[in-house]
């Protein structure tokens, strides 16, 4: 596991606005919170071996068969599974720069990278660029790999379209990834999915440990998908402030804040590292940005942004403005 891995809150104690998480933070779970409460006795009994109540709920939402759904402990299990599961093939390609855990997932299991790699892995929307792939140039690269694994934890985060559970499950070669970490803004749940054939699923079942799910998880997995209400209540305006947040970066000198299809987006700064301007923004703003040197093929002058709400945005953007007066001066 990497260091720098996503949101990393848990180092400091002074944050008042996080940037750093790509989850949207602007979340009701009071809700949630309260009807979990009133579930605490279910923790007395071992959950279901294969969260199946779960799988049936998934699959009618998504209009397929409850034997093309597998749910997992967050789509970063799967990713490992998956890698274990395949694991014979012994090549793979991936969509660099992209989340760290497919390369670490592959090296693992002893897995060598090539370009005709046998699992072509894709995160679509992409973290960290917040790109989107057209959903027929997915297709198309399906045809030049015996398995591809398209990571689509972001979907709720994008207007742009992309391919449906109901479009891969009578194939034999992809498979999709989901996040409820992200669609309803848990991550401490830790609550993914897997989409595909029946054929696929039956293999990662073969080799899937029994109550990966904990019974809180899966109480509140099965409320949140019986609710139906995802994290983000209006997607165009979200998208519109991140927009407008890139904008304000882009008129700062030394700055260079890159287009995004979602609501992250990858900034370089010129009179400095990344992780110099996050030590800077934590302890004299309480701001947390993320630090994205990490991500293969970007520098040590990269980091990512995920919109918060306006006057969030507006107090980094002075913030930033500050460090570069500090920085000339």
Partial sequence: MIEGHGDDLYRYDNIKMNFSSNIYNGTDLSALEAYLSSRMAV??????????SLERMIACECGISPDEVMVTSGAVD???????VYRYEGT????????????????VFGYRE???G??????????????????EDVLALAERHRLIIVDQSYEDYTMAPLIQPSD??????????????????????????????????????????????NALSLEAGKWLVQ??????SDLSTYLAETQRLRAMLNEIDGIEAQQTQTNFFLCTIQQAT????????ALEHGILIRDASNFTGLTPHHFRIATQSPAENDALVTAIKNYEFHELN
């Fill in 43 to 52: 923790v007395r009994s071992y959950p279901e071996p294969s969260a199946a």
């Fill in 114 to 116: 090539r370009e005709d």
């Fill in 92 to 107: 793979c390609r991936i969509m660099q720069p992209t989340f760290r855990e497919y390369e670490d997932a592959c090296r």
């Fill in 274 to 281: 990344a992780a110099e301007l996050k030590e800077y923004l």
């Fill in 118 to 135: 046998a699992l072509c892995w894709l995160c679509n929307p992409n973290n960290p660029t917040g790109d989107v792939m057209a959903v």
């Fill in 227 to 232: 609710r139906g209400e995802t994290a983000i």
């Fill in 168 to 213: 891969v499950v009578g194939r034999d070669n992809i498979i999709l990834l989901h996040s409820m970490t992200k669609r309803y803004a848990v991550p401490g749940l830790r609550l993914g999915y897997v989409t595909a054939s029946s054929s696929i699923i039956n293999r990662l079942r073969e080799q899937y440990r029994p109550w990966a799910i």
């Fill in 78 to 84: 799967a990713i490992y599974l998956i890698a274990q």
